[in-house]
C-alpha cells in the first residue's frame, strides 16, 4: 500500500510567521512520530502519538512547537511565530503498536525559514 | 556527550569493496538497534533491524551488536554505487529512535 505522505514537500516562510506540516501515515499503523532533522545531522525526535494521544512530547523544543491527531490518523505539526533556527526537514514515520516499533519515514517536510 | 555516536565520514570507496560503518552508544536501555539508508531528499529507508547481541545478515548486508561494548556495525558487501548513500545507525527505546549523526558513504564505479 502507499507509504507515509507529508505535505507540503518544501514550504518557505517568513520569521514570525505559522506553519502547519501535514502527515498522512501508512493504513492500519497505530502509531505516528515526528522528527527533525538538521543539515548534516541524524533525525531528532520531537512527537510520538498512540492513537489520538500524544505518548511522548519531550523532544518538542519550546511551546511554538504542537502537533495534534485529532482522528487517530493524520497529522499535523503546528510551529508558531517560527525563527530561522527552525530550519530543517521535518520527517513523520509510523509504525504498528508491537513490541519493535518499525518505523517507516515520509520524504519530510523542507521548511526554509527567512 | 550524544546517546549515540557515528562517525560522519565521508567514506569513499571503490564499487566491490566491503565497506564497515560503526556506531557506539551510550544507553544500557536501548533495545533496538536499527540501519536505515537515505538518499538525498529522501526519508530514512529501514535497512536491518536487531535486538539481541550476535550477527543478522540480509543479503549484501551484516548487522552486528556487541552489547557488551555498546558497538554497533553494518557491513556491506560487493558494495555497489547504488549504495551510496548515508547511513544512520540508530537506537530504540520506548518508541523513540535516537539516531547517530549519520555516515556518507560513496561507491565508485
Known amino acids: 500500500g502507499a507509504g507515509v505522505s507529508q505535505t507540503p514537500s518544501n514550504k518557505v516562510t517568513e520569521k514570525g510567521k505559522y506553519v502547519e506540516l501535514r502527515c498522512d501515515p501508512i493504513?492500519?499503523?497505530?502509531?505516528l512520530y515526528w522528527y527533525r532533522q538538521s543539515l548534516g545531522q541524524g533525525p531528532e525526535f520531537l512527537i510520538y502519538?498512540?492513537?489520538?494521544?500524544?505518548?511522548?512530547d519531550s523532544g518538542l523544543p519550546n511551546d511554538r512547537f504542537f502537533a495534534v491527531r485529532p482522528e487517530g490518523s493524520v497529522s499535523t505539526l503546528k510551529i508558531q511565530r517560527t525563527e530561522r533556527g527552525d530550519s530543517a526537514v521535518y520527517l513523520c514515520?509510523?509504525?504498528?503498536?508491537?513490541?519493535?516499533?518499525?518505523?517507516?519515514f515520509g520524504a519530510g517536510t523542507r521548511l526554509s525559514v527567512l | 556527550q550524544k546517546e549515540v555516536e557515528q562517525d560522519p565520514g565521508p567514506l569513499s570507496v571503490p564499487e566491490g569493496a566491503i565497506v564497515s560503518l560503526n556506531c557506539t552508544y551510550s544507553?544500557?536501555?536501548?533495545?533496538?538497534f536499527m540501519w536505515y539508508r537515505q538518499y538525498s531528499r529522501k526519508g530514512p529507508e529501514l535497512l536491518m533491524y536487531?535486538?539481541?547481541?550476535g550477527n543478522k545478515e540480509d543479503g549484501r548486508f551484516t548487522a552486528q551488536v556487541d552489547k557488551s561494548s555498546k558497538y554497533i556495525s553494518l557491513f556491506i558487501r560487493d558494495s555497489q554505487p547504488s549504495d551510496s548513500a548515508t547511513y544512520l545507525c540508530?537506537?530504540?527505546?520506548?518508541?523513540?529512535?535516537?539516531f547517530g549523526q549519520g555516515t556518507i558513504l560513496t561507491v565508485h564505479p
Open positions: 514515520a509510523s509504525s504498528l503498536r508491537d513490541s519493535k516499533n518499525i518505523q517507516y
Open positions: 493504513s492500519g499503523h497505530t502509531a
Open positions: 502519538f498512540q492513537g489520538t494521544g500524544a505518548a511522548d
Open positions: 544507553n544500557s536501555a536501548f533495545q533496538y
Open positions: 536487531t535486538y539481541s547481541s
Open positions: 540508530a537506537s530504540l527505546r520506548y518508541g523513540k529512535l535516537t
